[in-house]
Each structure stands twice: as structure tokens, then as C-alpha cells.
Nanobody, 121 residues
């Protein structure tokens, strides 16, 4: 089994910053895309940002200019630096990997358990 564990969530005032990290455990042959999603209370889970194995990044509009996604391929970790946080950024943030467990294995999606980010006004 491959498990993802997020860290770095917490309570921050509007305008502040947080850095989320996600670490993987278990056997991984390769990782394709990594990403961060979030789910606010009463809302559907939504994409925040993704990064490919070639370090190509993609951000949704609300994240552009404020959030930065990065990865460490050697450590199989992905981070999300969040600056200028707003109350509407309050949500549970999830990391997501697309992995292969072996050379001949297909791609699998793996999710973390989520970390809560609360931004106070």
C-alpha cells in the first residue's frame, strides 16, 4: 500500500502564509503528476495546483500569484506554499499522486487524508 501524509495545515490570519507538505510511504516505482486539491465545508473538492514529473505546473485561477507548488523527486514529496491567504481559502487540503508501483503496472491515483487550513478574517 502507498500512503500519503499531509502536514503543515493550521490556523492563520488573513494575509498570512502556510506551507503544506505531502510525503509518501510504501513502494513506488514512479510518480507522474502530483497535485493539491481542497474541499471547503459544503462544497465539492476542487483542484488547486498540479505539477508534472517534468516540473510543469498548473494553477487554477484563485491560486495563481499566491500559491506555489513544488516537488522533490528524490524524496517523493510535494509542497504547496500559500501566501496572502484569504478566509475563502479555508478548506481541507489534500495531496494527490498518480503513481506506478512497477515497470509493467498501470497508473494509480493515491490521496492523502487531508490537512485543515483555517484562515481567520
Amino acid at each position: 500500500q502507498v500512503h500519503l501524509v499531509e502536514s503543515g495545515g493550521g490556523l492563520v490570519q488573513a494575509g498570512g502564509s502556510l506551507r503544506l507538505s505531502c510525503a509518501a510511504s510504501g513502494r513506488i516505482f514512479s510518480i507522474n503528476d502530483m497535485g493539491w486539491y481542497r474541499q471547503a465545508p459544503g462544497k465539492q473538492r476542487e483542484l488547486v495546483a498540479t505539477i508534472t514529473s517534468g516540473d510543469i505546473t498548473n494553477y487554477v485561477d484563485f491560486a495563481k500569484g499566491r500559491f506555489t507548488i513544488s516537488r522533490d523527486g528524490a524524496k517523493n514529496t510535494v509542497s504547496l506554499q500559500m501566501n496572502s491567504l484569504k478566509p475563502e481559502d479555508t478548506a481541507v487540503y489534500y495531496c494527490h499522486y498518480t503513481i506506478r508501483r512497477g515497470l509493467l503496472a498501470g497508473y494509480e491515483e493515491v490521496w492523502g487524508q487531508g490537512t485543515l487550513v483555517t484562515v481567520s478574517a
